[in-house]
């Protein structure tokens, strides 16, 4: 059975970024924030062996897991996975202008064959116990071109699905970069707004430049909810806010020695499978915008060549309680 999510907040996926211990540390700081993996195309997820540090998923819903691929059958395998794996939803990246995901037949090129998407999500669907959604932008090129995004919305939603996020602005496939793509390339979130009001009913979550948790609470009143990326990758400890914010909630959760001790408890059974680099790095951005924590940085830096989580745990601790007023 497909669970009633409220998708009102929603981490972006970021290749690098949203990995499971990321996630991990997210859901620490938010209990209601909807979460996405790094996107992993669907023959890795199904040929490789070595997957589990992209898209384990140890309680962390409620998650989606994001794909790129174009191909019936390996989309179908696809969602079958996610759904094992306890995805809430599996989505389909249509956004990435990558040269070597345009390469591999998926991303944002696919915008250009909207009856190619709809083949692939309603393949996706064939599993009815998992949401199935679309990552898209609003067009492709430099222009604006409302009807063009219209028609790919048009389509799509002829596949049954009822859950799309839009980053909203076009890509351009050649010339510039995946960064260039997230900055160059005008916003435009009336397109989100009028094709809400030609879809009532279905759900379209509003992505792109959204830098502040102040914008994206206007913002999220103004649609069925919002995603970001790099705030979060910045920031990663301003989701403390969203329960409440966003979702009513009203027990505010505080950054403490709690947090860290969560966090490397979670941690601690996986040095040596991953990176020291993998698993703390979500914990860095803790001194993001902190005064005087440069001497913390240094020690940091230093005990992650030693490999001592111990010691590493400790600092982290200190930081914590000397900053306490600061970082909440
Ligand atoms: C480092 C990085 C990696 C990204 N990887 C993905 C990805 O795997 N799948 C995807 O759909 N978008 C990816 N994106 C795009 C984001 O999901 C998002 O659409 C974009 O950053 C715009 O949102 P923002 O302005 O809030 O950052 C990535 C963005 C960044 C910064």
């Known amino acids: ?25 997210y859901r620490i700081l938010s209990k209601k924030t909807f979460l996405f993996s790094e996107m992993i195309a669907t023959k890795t997820l199904i040929y490789s062996k070595n997957t589990q540090s992209v898209i ?6 409620p998650i989606a897991l994001q794909v790129g691929g174009s191909e019936y059958d390996d989309l179908k395998l696809s969602s079958k996975l996610a759904y094992e ?19 591999g037949s998926f991303g944002a090129c696919l915008m250009q064959d909207k009856k190619l998407v709809r083949n692939c999500l309603e393949a996706m669907q064939f599993n009815k116990n998992i949401e199935v959604s679309i990552k898209c932008r609003i067009g492709l090129g430099k222009e604006f071109n409302y009807d063009f995004f219209e028609d790919f919305i048009d389509e799509i939603l002829k596949s049954g699905i009822r859950l ?7 890509a351009i496939l050649t010339g510039i970069s995946p960064k260039g793509n997230r900055n160059i390339p005008p916003l435009n979130y009336n397109f989100v707004s009028k094709i809400k009001s030609k879809y009532p009913d279905i759900t379209f979550i509003l992505n792109g430049g959204i830098d502040s948790i102040e914008g994206a609470l206007e913002l999220s009143n103004k649609h069925d909810g919002v995603m970001l990326g790099r705030l979060i990758q910045n920031n990663p400890f301003c989701l403390k806010d969203v329960d409440c914010l966003f979702y009513n909630e009203t027990n505010k ?3 403490s020695e709690r947090t860290i001790q969560d966090y490397f408890n979670y941690i601690r059974p996986k040095i040596g ?10 914990l860095l951005n ?7 924590s440069k001497q913390f940085k240094i020690d940091i830096h230093s005990k992650i060549k030693d490999h001592n989580f111990d010691t590493l745990e400790k600092i982290f601790l200190k930081f914590v309680n000397e900053k306490k007023l600061l970082i909440n």
Do not use: W
């Open 286 to 292: 803790i001194f993001f915008g902190i005064p005087d």
């Open 164 to 170: 799309v996020y839009v980053h909203a602005r076009n």
């Open 85 to 103: 794996l306890n995805y809430d939803e599996i989505n389909l990246n249509v956004g990435c202008p990558s040269k070597a995901v345009q390469k």
């Open 273 to 282: 499978k991953d990176s020291i680099y993998r698993l703390l790095s979500p």
């Open 56 to 61: 384990a998923n140890e309680q962390q819903n």
């Open 253 to 255: 959760y505080t950054i």
């Open 1 to 25: 059975m497909k669970k009633i999510i409220d998708r009102k907040f929603c981490v972006a996926p970021m290749m690098g970024y949203t990995t499971p211990y990321a996630r991990n540390l």
